[in-house]
């Protein structure tokens, strides 16, 4: 079920009617009995695969808790994390070692390869379980004694599929002490379902088709102009793709009753790369920072340590997307810049003065650099796109003028919300307001609202 089909939102409908008409005591095994008609909804095969994780983790953390400080404590947190690292390894990177280790000993490619299908959600459920038992090993949250509780933790609807990750103390305290949504929280959480929806198929599914065209022909859109145009056609449409799925999960969680954190903060308003990653996918940079790059050493071992492990971790944050070399280089080239930023002390504050919109114009061409990897099938054709980006003809522009209007209005949108803060503040002001900006968002739906199958969330893939 995608977020963005009549069959998901009668789920939710049914979801939302029978949590809230049952007693109390119910609503964790409804909400788990439905998270589990959702994930099986896609392929039930994998619903094992998401119990034996959860059982390990769960059965872990208790374990872990009940050691003293030494070396089986950090036994049991290394078992447990070595064995979601090899659930994860063996369905996201066998057959890309499968392939390399092919070409290392000049056989075909597919000569190793398996039969295998990506579970999904399986890169976010998984680093969302290894936190929380990494927790319970640094003794800053409480192993779980209710399964049913963690089993909901892991395979919570909303998020289950591409996030955001959600820290285990966050949503133990929503769940624990659980309270039905104020009438603001439901007020934000129906704005937050209209404006994922808008964003996804009024903007990125519009963008979508233009870098759709452009990826999967390079040769026939020679031009400067062209491939400049076809990436940042990609560029908007990850963001609103991504953006969009994440404020759906916020606000379904909303009208649950729990809290998820804010995962976009205006990324292209960015003054420095720095502050990209402040600002994107918020989620999985804290995560980033808070179980691989501290750990790692953070900057507490001068600058060449800390280039290393700013390296390493922007490195692996790539590898985590997916299963080819492109995905590596992009981590290693945002690791660079992050490293060149730091080593060059560009301060990645927000203050808006005459200098700020070059610094925000270097950092979307700088990101959109980055994402021609994303994008890009393999490095023959990111060298070809990139090529085209800086060297050729003039060629032509893909975007429409109506498709430059919209990327207008959302900056506008994103200028005055930077500023303003209004829409976090929508839900609090008059209720003309609030109905004036939803018929907005069901308009531009009408209106701009691409409505293809074919064009999935592309977060979906992780």
């Not at 939102?9 to 949590?19: D, E, G």
């Not at 008609?37 to 872990?64: C, E, H, M, Q």
């Not at 808006?352 to 990101?367: G, K, S």
């Not at 829409?423 to 008059?430: K, Q």
Request: proline share 5%; glycine share 8%; charged share 15%.
């Amino acid at each position: 079920m995608l977020f963005n089909t009549t069959s998901f939102f009668l789920f939710l409908a049914v979801v939302l009617v029978v949590f809230y008409a049952s007693p109390r005591p119910w609503r964790r095994y409804l909400l788990l009995a439905a998270s589990y008609y959702f994930y099986g909804s896609w392929n039930p095969k994998f619903i094992p695969l998401l119990l034996t994780l959860t059982v390990i983790d769960y059965t872990a953390a208790r374990w872990i808790e009940k050691l003293p400080r030494g070396p089986k404590r950090k036994a049991a947190l290394i078992l447990s994390l070595c064995t979601n690292l090899g659930f994860l390894g063996f369905f996201k990177y066998y057959n890309f070692l499968a392939g390399n280790l092919a070409w290392l000993m000049g056989k075909p490619s597919g000569s190793f390869f398996l039969d295998i299908v990506l579970p999904l959600g399986i890169s976010f459920h998984t680093f969302q379980s290894m936190s929380y038992v990494v927790d319970v090993y640094r003794g800053e949250q409480q192993a779980v004694r209710d399964p049913i509780d963690y089993a909901l933790f892991i395979c919570f609807f909303p998020q289950l599929v591409a996030g955001p990750i959600v820290r285990a103390r966050n949503f133990f305290h929503d769940l624990l002490d659980w309270h039905p949504p104020v009438a603001g929280d439901v007020l934000r959480g129906v704005f937050l379902l209209a404006l994922g929806l808008t964003k996804k198929m009024a903007f990125a599914d519009q963008f979508a088709k233009i870098a759709n065209g452009y990826f999967q022909n390079v040769s026939g859109n020679p031009g400067v102009l062209t491939a400049w145009s076809g990436v940042l056609a990609f560029g908007m449409q990850i963001y609103f793709d991504f953006s969009g799925y994440t404020d759906m999960a916020i606000g379904m969680a909303k009208l649950l009753g729990f809290h998820f954190p804010v995962n976009f903060r205006r990324p292209y308003l960015a003054s420095s790369i720095t502050d990209f990653w402040r600002r994107w996918h918020i989620s999985l940079s804290s995560w980033l920072r808070d179980y691989l790059y501290i750990p790692l050493g953070g900057s507490r071992h001068g600058q060449w340590m800390t280039y290393r492990n700013l390296m390493l971790t922007m490195l692996l944050g790539g590898l985590w997307h997916g299963t080819n070399w492109n995905f590596l280089i992009w981590g290693g080239y945002h690791g660079a810049l992050l490293s060149i930023e730091r080593a060059l002390g560009v301060n990645p504050d927000r203050e808006w003065n005459w200098i700020y919109p070059f610094r925000a114009l270097l950092t979307v061409a700088l990101a959109m650099i980055g994402w021609v990897f994303f994008r890009a099938a393999d490095f023959a054709q990111s060298r070809q796109v990139l090529a085209a980006m800086f060297h050729g003809p003039a060629g032509r522009l893909l975007l429409e003028p109506w498709h430059i209007e919209l990327v207008a209005v959302a900056l506008v949108l994103a200028v005055l919300e930077e500023k303003l803060e209004w829409f976090e503040r929508l839900n609090e002001g008059p209720a003309l307001a609030y109905a004036a900006a939803l018929a907005v968002l069901l308009l531009g739906l009408d209106v701009f609202g691409v409505i293809d199958a074919s064009i999935p969330f592309i977060y979906f893939q992780f």
